[in-house]
């Protein structure tokens, strides 16, 4: 099982719909509204990398209002 830590920064006004389509998505074990520089965080988890990138890139940054995503994968 792989786990990625994603920071999302969304437009001004969309944190609350952008958290709540984010936090539904099957893969996402957790996400949190947070302040400072990203407005987002949330764990996402897998079985493979692939995966995740899929949910990433053909899902979470679709989302009307994300304006850009910072992804770490955690190695340990």
């Known amino acids: 099982m ?3 830590l994603i920071l999302i ?5 969309a944190e609350e719909g ?3 389509e ?4 099957p893969e ?5 509204l947070i302040t ?3 407005d987002i965080f949330a764990i996402a988890r897998a079985d493979d990398i692939r995966e995740i990138s899929k949910v990433l890139l053909t899902e ?3 989302i009307e ?12």
Request: net charge positive.
């Open 2 to 4: 792989k786990e990625s």
């Open 65 to 76: 209002g994300v304006r850009d995503t910072i992804t770490n994968v955690v190695i340990k």
């Open 22 to 25: 984010v936090k539904e998505k």
């Open 18 to 20: 952008v958290y709540n």
């Open 36 to 38: 400072g520089k990203y």
């Open 60 to 62: 979470i940054r679709n």
């Open 9 to 13: 920064t969304t437009e001004i006004g």
């Open 28 to 32: 996402i074990q957790k996400a949190a």
